[in-house]
């Protein structure tokens, strides 16, 4: 089969490599029909994270048919279709017993559970990928769901409800604030109203990305490098702060921000994967009754989030700006990574 | 009356000043019977807390009689005996409505609620103290709870279980570390159990104060200072981390020791008063689904709190361990400043 | 002042009484703009309520502004124009502190707290009328909000919200089914995606009721007098069972029909006013985990709701379906009372 | 081997029968080393549940070793020490994965999920015991946990704490009223406190049984048979009435005894098994704003009930008042049968 795959900072290929096949009787293999490229998969090219070695075929975002099961399988059937989850996780460890799939501790020396696709393990962007834990992984789609739809629940849209808006404890009437109109952000404005936000006020540098938020839901917008940023987002509080910040950037300024526009009594949600510290002002914070939260997704809202696409009560395929083929994997990636300029939000790739 | 009067930094006297009257229809004037010192009132004496201005009266905790009330008061009477409560609040407010009595708006025109005995307007260390909005802030006292076990509401036990212990999210089978076993943490020792915590582990740097907290309900104890510190509070909870870390100190070092300690899916609580930033590890932590609170009580599981004294399930009374009268008001001060020597946790000054 | 005054059973007049006054310092007099009539103030008539004696002035929703204001309130002043919430509450004692204001404990020897307008005090069908307490029962109104959007929200719209969708536990992705589409039931039927419900199913005897439920955001409908309308809920959910059965009428069968339709781990709500009792099967229903709610409105969401009615994220203004003026009363209730063939929901009556 | 079995109404024998076998991948044979008997069991030999037919092993509680596994079992092995929960569940349904185990949807073509042993399979009162579903049924114990003290968090235990306590809504501060003093009871009572229970109302005709739950954590008793002994329940709670009254014995007095003590704003929880309807008096309960829960244990919280018994917080040894061997099975259930008599709580039976 062919695959994207990664040979060591700065190169890629579209290139054929052998079929995955059964490992393990828990495991599935699935032909993907359409996958989609991450802001993480940027990162991983750039050599940010070494944990991923050359030959890697990346991605952790994918729908398609089921073409082989494990012997232990029985939910599951050649034929079906599915959503492929981007977390990996055996559904029976205590963590998994309590949903925190994200940190799965696996069967006795098992490894590399949690998010593993395009990481540790070979990834989604390919004609063909072997699913571990397969039935805790996979979700069979009804028909009336599209690939489009389908793939923004990988990642994207649980990572912004689950770590945005649910970490973040939005509740009826919460005046919430999201800091990088990006995917995830975009989604995590888009579930905001799941738990009855008043206001949902989109903040970004970029003010087409600004105008796109309105169309997931934002009520608000304010751009970010106007000096008084600040001072607006205080005005549409009357002047209290906002009683949810989610931070979907990743980058010190934005965690500030984050803690500087929160009310008392109020949350900070950070769903942005940081590379550096940040400095955090408890000497004025200790007084403010806040809560701050992060985390990896741990998708355990999929199957919810599904029955909510299915209800057309999610705009899960606005997300998707640019489509391709298989066969033009380099210009999906050409496109996405200039997305300021493109204005791509998720490109899709499909058979 | 005589009164515990700040004279600007290191200076302080048991002196006479004028009787505090009634200012407001809502006011109270109370009748000390017992009082207390908090190691806030040190930070005062040492200029840390620049509001406050030479000749303001110390102290926000305290047990009295009332010997006034102001127009407006109809749920109180002259004679009743009553527990203060640290946190002033109107409790009609939007955030009082809300139980975040710590961050009460007040009324139009209203400022300094709170915190502000002892800090914006005259406290409690003193024969007689005026207080404001009486009504949300006095607790009519059952004959068969003692002062000394009434007084440790005012803050500490509040303080300990709801920015400690609920904040924290502590839920029935719980590994929960308190860092810190003075007052404050040993109050969210004594209170842990109330949610059911499995094991409750003592770290400080200090063997007698560990010694004490298995009296508050430590199951186990870890000594900071040694190297190994770490190790051993993984040992404790077969290496998965603790499900709550509580800092109860207010510096740099133990916030950092709490975030290294939680386990993934834990809540660090911040109790401690910090005088400065500190950095915080996003780019190891937010892949790791914690959550961090911090905040000023709010005083509003006084009254459950104080049902449990009166049940005798809160060992409230073993935090006095030293007693004083009002004329010796200033050795009281002097053994409070020197607790590791003199073993002082808290030491009651009374009529 | 003219006003709506009950004569006893089957009686009532449009007819000059005395103005009200204040009558303590908590009170405020409110001119009304509009008020409405409820299906509990045609129970009155009927002499269903023995507790309301002739001469009682009706009615317990409304909006207007305020002529006169009690000595101790400081928060509201002549001119302001006000929703008046159904529920009085002293806002201080226990209940009121956990919200519970249905359950105003009063101060001590004061009576008839909670519900008492137009029940055990003279009520707002009236040019004016006399508010106790009016500092925990007066909502201050935006111009942005009309006189028909906020009187949704004296009763209505806190009920169906809080009785039926929070005590029911809606969350984001239940199926919940609404049997009754009166103004509660459709009240609780638009407030049913504040919690992010996937699918809201109206239930009622009246097709064209179902038709008006779907303006208010019912997803399906289903005709309960046919006899397979139990199985066509069951299709609606893959033969679950609902998550939420909201009972929203108030007879034995309607209580009957959410118990049979609940999954299990599910919430049957009950928001109906019921005159006698049900059998309730426990014999089969002990072991299907189900939650059963009941009890009348606190209307502490409606600061929240008033906002989401600004933020135009709630259809208060459908509810008025028939709007009077003050002289045209009898002929409101007239209308009202034949809601069946007049298609009335809420009548509105104004200056 | 040996085994109980039931051989239709009224009769039963400890007889050889064949010993079980693996007939499925996730099975596993447990050698019991410790098994008790349930009320249920009575109910069963009275031929109360038709769906137990002659020639039925009987038991649903034990402790034992593993002598085989299925072929798909991995986190077991032949050899441990595990504790039998009396609910058997796939993990991985809907149900499931919502904690949800008592409603099992189990795999496609599977059926008797949930309370199966001794009911639809063959159960735990047996030298040896086929255990479906074995991974997410069996816990391995640590050696600092009896058999006396593991068999009650088979079914006893997790059923008060699950459905009494955790359904119930207990929190810190809490007048909880338990009806029935009987072994499910008395686990509520001791598990109270796991929330923060204040008072502990234990009801009983029984007096013995009343002096017991003493031992297991009542702070008052009251004898149910006096006819004052609502006023006694009513005068412990300043006239208030209970946070949460538990029900824990199945007869539709004590269910409506539930619903007249607890407060406005407060839980009942319905422990007891019922075998027929009981009048719910809504016409008065409606506007009381209570919650009325039911349901079957879902066991879990066993994990964590575990190691609270590992704590030694919870006197779970205390439940067991008889012991005796296999060969003295027909003795155990005529002293358990007899319990007001011999004041059996559980009667352990052993190897």
């Keep these: 089969m062919k695959a994207l795959v990664y040979g060591g900072p700065g190169k890629k290929s579209w290139t054929e490599v052998p079929d995955p096949v059964i ?59 599915v959503l492929i989850s981007c977390i990996k996780s055996c559904g029976s460890c205590p963590n998994c017993k309590m949903g925190l799939y994200s940190h799965c501790l696996g069967s006795e020396g098992a490894s590399g559970i949690g998010w593993v696709f395009g990481h540790l393990i070979n990834g989604t962007q390919a004609e063909m990928v072997r699913v571990p834990y397969a039935e805790n992984s996979l979700y069979k789609l009804p028909d ?58 989109a903040i970004d540098l970029d003010s087409n990305r600004l105008e796109k938020s309105r169309e997931f839901g934002a009520t608000d917008v304010v751009l970010s490098g106007e000096s008084d940023w600040k001072k607006k987002v205080f005005a549409l509080t009357d002047g209290a702060g906002v009683d949810v910040a989610i931070e979907a950037v990743g980058v010190p300024d934005t965690f500030t921000m984050a803690t500087e526009i929160v009310r008392p009594g109020g949350h900070v949600a950070n769903v942005g994967v940081h590379g550096k510290e940040v400095p955090l002002h408890v000497e004025n914070l200790w007084i403010q009754n806040i809560f701050i939260s992060m985390g990896l997704v741990n998708t355990n809202t999929t199957p919810m989030l599904l029955k909510l696409v299915e209800s057309k009560k999610l705009p899960a395929e606005k997300m998707a700006t640019h489509r391709f083929n298989f066969d033009q994997f380099m210009d999906a990636y050409d496109t996405f990574s200039r997305a300021a300029e493109t204005k791509a939000l998720k490109v899709l790739i499909s058979r």
């Design 144 to 201: 009336s769901v599209s690939d489009a739809e389908a793939v923004m629940l990988s990642d994207i849209f649980p990572t912004g409800f689950e770590i945005g808006v649910q970490y973040g404890g939005v509740k009826p009437g919460d005046v919430v604030a999201v800091i990088g109109a990006g995917p995830v952000g975009l989604a995590a404005i888009a579930t905001a109203g799941l738990y009855g936000a008043a206001k949902i006020i």
């Design 23 to 81: 490992e393990s009787p828990t495991d599935v293999i699935v032909r993907l029909d359409t996958t989609t490229i991450c802001g993480t998969d940027l990162h991983i090219l750039k050599g940010d994270v070494p944990a991923v070695t050359s030959g890697r075929i990346l991605g952790h975002e994918g729908v398609g048919h089921i073409t082989k099961v494990g012997s232990s399988v029985t939910s599951l059937k050649v034929g079906d279709r």
